[in-house]
């Protein structure tokens, strides 16, 4: 399980301004090339520093938007094999013993991110239904590593950016206090990455009910 060493191999714990988990070389190459290949549509838009006013997909931002789904992972054979990883017992128990959550019998979500110039996003924290935060980057343009994901103290004072580096990343629990967003910044061609999220409303994705876990924040 390629990933899931990375996760128990690869990770730092920081605890400043909220825990969250730098990981190191997640990914393997095939994913990272899929990640890179993927096509995106893409339209002449303003951002609002959101990432999707309206990801329901009947409007611009929503069609913009690649979800992994059962109706499309045909074309993605290494992103289905993370997926099947990342919904296994034992990949979501361990994940869930380090972020401090149970994750039994929820639902993975899983999408491949293009954010393009005059992209940018305000300090915000994630929605209650994320039980798990993940992005981790692909950067196939040598964009500057500077586009990594800011992070926030409670007085919205940036504390930190992320490396926006090829195969490289983070994951956090979301809570009231885990603020992160990305400042405006120049980004040349486009910003790549993979997002994943464990989350509690259904997906096509639904992991195994393995039993509550007294995890470990």
């Known amino acids: 399980m390629n990933f899931l060493n990375s996760i128990r191999q690869r990770t730092t714990r920081y605890d400043s301004p909220f825990p969250h988990w730098e990981i190191k070389q997640p990914l393997t190459q095939d994913i990272l090339k899929e990640v890179a290949g993927t096509y995106v549509t ?49 990949c979501a128990e361990a994940i869930g013993d380090m972020i401090g959550r149970d994750l039994s019998g929820q639902f993975l979500r899983v999408e491949v991110v293009c954010d393009r110039k005059g992209f940018w996003l305000k300090p915000h924290t994630d929605i209650k239904e994320k039980l798990m935060s993940m992005l981790l980057y692909v950067n196939p ?11 926030y103290d409670g007085k919205l004072n940036r504390i930190k950016t992320l490396r926006y580096v090829d195969n490289y990343g983070y994951m956090f629990a979301p809570a009231h206090n885990t603020w992160h967003g ?19 409303f259904p997906t096509c994705w639904k992991l195994p009910e393995f039993g509550r876990r007294r995890a470990a924040a």
């Open 42 to 90: 893409d339209a002449p838009r303003v951002y609002d520093g959101t990432r999707a006013a309206d990801n329901g997909g009947n409007g611009v931002d929503g069609q913009m938007r690649c979800y992994v789904t059962d109706e499309n992972v045909d074309r993605f054979p290494a992103i289905g094999t993370l997926i099947d990883e990342m919904v296994s017992k034992e």
């Open 141 to 151: 343009h040598n964009e500057s590593e500077t586009l990594g994901t800011d992070i």
């Open 182 to 200: 990305l400042e405006k910044k120049e980004i040349v061609k486009e910003r790549r990455a993979i997002m994943i999220n464990y989350v509690t």
